[in-house]
C-alpha cells in the first residue's frame, strides 16, 4: 500500500524559507513518479514540482522555478521540497503524490493516484 506522509511546512516571513519532507512507504522511487501540489483557499489544485528517478527528470512550474528545489533522498526514503524565496502567494496546503512513473507523471502532466493529508505553508508579507 503507498502511503505518503508530509511534514515541515509551517509559518515563515516572505523572503525566508522552509523544508517539506513526505515520507514514502509501500513502493520504490524507481517505480513511482512523486510530487508536490498546492491549493490555496479558493483556487484549484496547482502542480508545484515533480520528480521521477526512472526518467531522470524534474519539473517545475514557471512560478517556483529558481526558488523551489525537489529532491529524493533514498537513504531515507523521503523526497524533500526545498523553498526558498517565499512570496505571500505560496501560501497553500502542500501535497505530497505518487503515481506510476511515466514520461507524463514525471512532468506533472497527468492526475495522480496516492496523496498525503497536506501541510499548511503560510508566508506573511
Known amino acids: 500500500e503507498v502511503q505518503l506522509v508530509e511534514s515541515g511546512g509551517g509559518l515563515v516571513q516572505a523572503g525566508g524559507s522552509l523544508r517539506l519532507s513526505c515520507a514514502a512507504s509501500g513502493f520504490t522511487f524507481d517505480d513511482y513518479a512523486i510530487g508536490w501540489f498546492r491549493q490555496a483557499p479558493g483556487k484549484e489544485r496547482e502542480a508545484v514540482s515533480c520528480?521521477?528517478?526512472?526518467?531522470?527528470?524534474?519539473y517545475y512550474a514557471d512560478s517556483v522555478k529558481g526558488r523551489f528545489a525537489i529532491s529524493i533522498n533514498s537513504a531515507k526514503n523521503t523526497v524533500v521540497l526545498q523553498m526558498n524565496k517565499l512570496k505571500p502567494e505560496d501560501t497553500a496546503v502542500y501535497y505530497c503524490?505518487?503515481?506510476?512513473?511515466?514520461?507524463?507523471?514525471?512532468?506533472?502532466?497527468?492526475?495522480?493516484?496516492?496523496w498525503g493529508q497536506g501541510t499548511q505553508v503560510t508566508v506573511s508579507s
Open positions: 503524490a505518487a503515481e506510476v512513473a511515466t514520461y507524463n507523471s514525471a512532468g506533472c502532466l497527468v492526475d495522480f493516484g496516492s
Open positions: 520528480i521521477s528517478r526512472r526518467h531522470g527528470s524534474t
